[in-house]
């Protein structure tokens, strides 16, 4: 029973907290907007730069990726798609991470307790 009690005392801070952590988020996000963080595959192969807010910057394949392509087999072509689209989601998935981190420092820096996977959400 007091269990409930205090999870319904904490959604009810959170609740009324929820105006500041949204302003905390977009000023978080407007911060992070031209952060750039790099994700890679294929032992640095390929690299993709990607904006912490979810834009692709670039992608730079190695030269040896296009000479893997020039083969023209539809093996080689496929494992450079998956190279391309690897790096890509390691490049997003930093990024994510890198805004839920800030959007988590923030929360704490102004007294608002987020459970972890709440974090998530805002990012």
Known sequence: MFDKLKAATQMAGMLKDLPKLQAKVEEVRARL??????????????????????????VMLDP??????????????????????????????????LMADE???AASDSGINLP????????
């Open 33 to 58: 907007a031209h952060t750039k963080v790099e994700g890679s595959s294929g032992g640095g192969a390929v690299k993709a730069v990607a904006f912490c807010d979810m834009r692709i910057d670039s």
């Open 103 to 105: 959007v988590g420092r």
């Open 116 to 123: 972890a996977g709440l974090i998530d959400k805002f990012t």
């Open 64 to 97: 040896s990726v296009f000479r893997g392509l020039s083969s023209g087999s539809d093996a080689d072509r496929a494992y450079a798609n998956r190279l391309v689209a690897d790096a890509v989601n390691d490049a997003l998935t930093r990024a994510r991470a």
